[in-house]
């Protein structure tokens, strides 16, 4: 084809401005526009058929109720630390009070102890006497704190309440305490010493 072949060619197939607008709209009828660009509030789904307005209003209606739940939940968080820290100090003050009495109850055992020191000339009699006063006293002072003594004799042997310090030959059954060295004692059911006991090892060979 010859230079002058293809210029006319070229003159034949070159479409006008009109004819490329036209094509241009004819192609854009058939292709739907980009979702993406489409109003939301046009869309018949949109919000369960809310218009914009009112989805607005839903979502800070939310924001606002989000913002109340989480001013109760930090209400409610320092209300229970406050609790939580209240009983820790109301169980620290019952602790010192429980010791404070013990304390004072113990004053006077010690003040019958120097009395009967401090006697002159006091028969043994006197001083059993006193002495039984003041046992008397350090006992009660003693159950107000709740301290049990234990004496274990004849019971099976306890290495939760027992301490052995010896295994003898006997008729009593093994395992059964036969004597006690020194006795035990509980605070609260808790164990305050463990009394030293001698078990029997079973019956004599």
Known sequence: MDERQSSDFSADN????DEATSEILSVG????????????????????????????AALKATETELASMREAFLRARA?????????????EKSRKFAVERFASDLLGVKDALELALSTQNAS???????????L??????????RIVETDPTGQPFDPHLHQA????????????????????YLI?????????VTVSSGGKK
């Open 29 to 56: 009828e058939g292709q739907d526009a980009n979702p993406n660009d489409r109003d939301p509030s046009c869309d018949p789904d949109f919000a369960d058929g809310m218009s914009m307005e009112e989805a607005i």
């Open 136 to 145: 008397k006293q350090l006992n009660s002072a003693f159950e107000k704190a």
């Open 79 to 91: 209300e229970t630390e406050n609790a939580r820290r209240q009983a820790k100090e109301e169980i």
């Open 124 to 134: 043994f009699e006197q001083l059993r006497e006193g002495v039984q006063l003041t």
């Open 165 to 184: 310090v010896q295994m003898v030959e006997g008729d009593a059954p093994a395992n059964t305490v036969v004597s006690v060295f020194q006795k035990g």
């Open 14 to 17: 070159e479409a006008t401005p």
């Open 188 to 196: 609260s059911e808790r164990v305050l010493r463990p009394a030293m």
